[in-house]
């Protein structure tokens, strides 16, 4: 059975018990038995093609064929320029076996032509036909409906957009695109199958991104809106023939799956999150090396980004973990790059709600401008989450600039600035943190569940947390504070709202639950890193 197309093939029709009782002999085309049969026709007319749609199996006994080869020429083409599937004459009174005429004819214009040696009720093959035929548009359904129900358990069980186009991409094999009415890219999923899938935004940049319209092998589902006119279009799902061919079967789960994104945006208005994630998607395969340096700069133009000859600035933005993928995405996607537009520099802006991260490239016009608009970056974050109303009490995003430079050098500094950034998560608030001078909290963040970490930590300051844990006034903020003043305890007494006495007291004291001199240089070393590990440890 043809699934796929909604029919069965000629081939089939052909191994069915009533034509099989028939004794049938492909005399012409054996070689497009592969042909899919929508519908089956007996008749004996001379004008029997006028009746035809195309796809049909005819059934006749040869009574229209006529008597002359000319007559029967003509009306074997007809059929074939009908787009009939196949031709099947049963012999007979009127012809114990087929002129050569109708076979010439058939196999010159590709029409399949079979006779069959025996008498056969065409009534019983026209049913049994048609009953596969339903069959397999009833398989089609089902198929169709499966799609259906794992789209909508997966936006039951918390899942997004981004999910439901990846599961309809998996099962076309083919990529998937959401764009807008007027053909900007939302988003594209690229199938799972296999290594031979192609990368979405490179397909989309081939075969979609050069013309107003896609064509050949594609199939485009309009995503209603609910409203009239210009509103009656959400947006539009787009499926290429890219690694298989597109069937009806995929049609008609993009349909359904149609239905389900026109519910999820016109309840929640996702597309400013989904075209965000698109591009935290890019960015992030980006770091991870799934996309090389040089076919980083046509996607990202699929996307909107331009940058010019200048470095490109890598940030990212780590959010409380306490926000996860449930927050409000789309109003943080949308305020933040209404703040970055004030800033006056290209911005490819992402986010990735399951890591709690924001990813963007910022365009520079030199390497010299990296401080200033990393400043002006940096606060064009920090005012776009407040606007979505995501601070936590505590845990302010964790901003971190990495390295400028080129493609290459974008792809190791995000990856390097998201690892940092996690890493930066509990130090001292700053309005940005340099990525180049935090390899010691990575290093230190990377080994958090060695024990030999949490060993050191608890040599090194372990008397100090067990005071702290039951006396008053707790040591460790005085031992930070000297620390971070270089040991200068002028400038700790300040900051501590202590005066020299009492801060005096308070290091010997320390230097006693240590047992260790505080002016020592490898000391002040090692208190200074343990101070930093138990950030990250338990």
Request: with cysteine.
């Amino acid at each position: 059975m043809d699934n796929q197309g909604g029919g069965i093939t000629v081939q089939r029709a052909l191994e069915l018990p009533g034509l099989r009782s028939g004794l049938p002999e492909v005399v012409a085309c054996a070689d497009r038995l592969g042909r899919t049969v929508r519908w089956v026709h007996a008749g004996e007319v001379p004008n029997i093609a006028s009746l035809l749609k195309g796809g049909e199996l005819l059934l006749t006994t040869g009574l229209g064929l006529g008597t002359r080869p000319a007559e029967q020429r003509a009306f074997v083409r007809r059929l074939a320029d009908r787009g009939i599937a196949a031709l099947v004459v049963e012999l007979g009174p009127r012809f114990t076996r087929l002129p050569a005429t109708i076979v010439d004819t058939a196999r010159a214009a590709g029409l399949p032509l079979v006779q069959l040696h025996r008498e056969v009720p065409f009534v019983t093959v026209t049913e049994e036909v048609h009953t596969e035929i339903v069959n397999g548009h009833y398989a089609l359904l089902q198929r169709a409906e499966e799609v259906h129900r794992r789209c909508t358990e997966a936006l039951l069980g918390g899942g997004g957009i981004p999910q439901v186009l990846h599961i309809l991409a998996d099962f076309t094999g083919n990529p998937v695109f959401l764009e807008t009415p007027d053909g900007q890219l939302l988003y594209a999923a690229g199938s799972a199958a296999g290594e031979a899938a192609a990368d979405p935004l490179q397909v989309w940049e081939g075969l979609r991104g050069r013309e107003a319209e896609p064509s050949g092998n594609a199939v485009l589902i309009d995503v209603p809106g609910g409203g009239h006119g210009t509103g009656s279009v959400r947006a539009r799902l787009v499926l290429l023939g890219v690694t298989a061919a597109l069937q009806p079967v995929h049609r008609m789960a993009a349909e359904r799956t149609a239905g389900v994104l026109a519910v999820v945006l016109m309840q929640a208005r996702q597309e400013e999150e989904l075209a965000a994630r698109g591009r935290g998607d890019f960015l992030t395969d980006l770091a991870e090396g799934r996309i090389s340096a040089e076919d980083a700069p046509a996607q990202a133009r699929v996307l909107g980004f331009k940058p010019g000859s200048g470095p490109l600035l890598p940030v990212v933005m780590r959010l409380s973990s306490e926000l996860g993928p449930s927050g409000n995405w789309a109003v943080l996607a949308r305020a933040v790059l209404e703040e970055l537009s004030s800033v006056g520099v290209p911005v490819l802006l992402g986010v990735r709600p399951v890591e709690g991260r924001v990813p963007l490239l910022v365009g520079l016009r030199a390497e010299s401008e990296r401080t200033a608009v990393a400043d002006r970056v940096a606060a064009a974050l920090r005012a776009g989450v407040e606007r979505a109303g995501l601070v936590r009490a505590g845990s302010p995003p964790a901003v971190v600039v990495g390295v400028a430079g080129g493609w290459t050098a974008a792809s190791s500094g995000l990856r390097h600035a998201a690892e940092t950034a996690t890493a930066a998560q509990g130090l001292p608030a700053r309005p940005w943190y340099d990525a180049r001078r935090l390899d010691i909290d990575l290093l230190l963040w990377r080994l958090r569940e060695h024990p030999d970490l949490a060993a050191f930590v608890d040599r090194a300051i372990g008397a100090l947390r067990q005071h702290d844990a039951t006396s008053r006034p707790p040591l460790l903020p005085t031992l930070e504070t000297y620390l971070a003043h270089a040991g200068r305890k002028a400038e700790t007494a300040r900051e501590l709202h202590l005066n020299r006495q009492t801060l005096y007291n308070r290091l010997a004291r320390i230097a006693e639950l240590l047992g260790t001199d505080l002016d020592d240089p490898e000391t002040v070393l090692s208190l200074s890193l343990a101070l930093r590990a138990r950030r990250h440890t338990p």
